[in-house]
């Protein structure tokens, strides 16, 4: 049990199909995220919510679109996605200091969702 | 760009010696440094976290961070099979809207054989 909980585990979609991923986080954090991990390749951000604002969009394509409807739950809607979309996502939450910069602020993740695009 | 380098490894060490993993990068102003463990296909978990320069101890494991060298390094003695996973390097490299923008290397696959 990682404190922060994602469904589906695995997902097969093909490219016109729409989806959502969905995230949810017990551990009374302020902000969450999306990962994304491909092979031979770093975590790469994705998008941040902090205290239920999208404060960070990395240049994702728009066929990835972020909901936070509340400082616990976190969704990543997927429409017309490409094979090279591929991948694991991962949602992670911490707890950020609103006033200023945090100097230890660790990031929990879930399991992810491991997408494949056919 | 800010960056995070870590040798991609696969690094292979015997059973009860010492593995050292090392982290460099880009943004010199960075104060926070993160280790993170990831086994083969499940999620990145949290080991050690260090920010200040010098040595920091956790049991078997040993962070060690030089800012002026913008090097980082996790050392683990007594290398168990099970210490088997990939550990993956994560710089703070400032915050927007408040929240930490953790900057994390592509991870270094470390092997120990019985």
């Known amino acids: 049990e990682t404190g922060v909980t994602q469904t589906p585990r695995h997902l097969v979609m093909g490219m016109t199909n729409k989806k959502s991923l969905k995230c949810e986080q017990h551990?009374?954090?302020?902000?969450m995220y999306w990962y994304k991990q491909s092979a031979k390749k770093p975590l790469e951000l994705m998008f941040v919510?902090?205290?239920?604002?999208?404060?960070e969009n990395n240049s994702v394509p728009s066929r990835f679109s972020p909901e936070c409807p509340n400082s616990s739950h976190l969704f990543l809607h997927l429409h017309t996605l490409q094979p090279e979309d591929s991948a694991l996502y991962l949602c992670?939450?911490?707890?950020?200091?609103?006033?200023?910069?945090?100097?230890?602020?660790?990031?929990?993740f879930g399991n992810g969702t491991r997408l494949t695009v056919t | 760009q800010k960056e995070v380098e870590q040798n991609s490894g696969p690094l292979s060490v015997p059973e009860g010696a010492i593995a050292s993993l090392n982290c460099t990068y880009s943004d010199r102003g960075s104060q926070s440094f993160f280790w993170y463990r990831q086994y083969s296909g499940k999620s990145p978990e949290l080991i050690m976290f260090i920010y200040s320069n010098g040595d920091k101890e956790d049991g078997r494991f040993t962070a060690q961070l030089n800012k002026a060298s913008q090097y980082v390094s996790l050392l683990i003695r007594d290398s168990q099979p099970s210490d088997s996973a990939t550990y993956l390097c994560a710089v703070n490299m400032g915050t927007q809207g408040g929240s930490e923008k953790l900057v994390f290397g592509k991870g270094t696959k470390l092997t120990v054989n019985p």
């Open positions: 992670a939450s911490s707890q950020d200091n609103p006033t200023g910069r945090a100097l230890y602020s660790p990031l929990h």
């Open positions: 919510y902090n205290f239920k604002e999208q404060t």
């Open positions: 551990l009374g954090h302020n902000a």
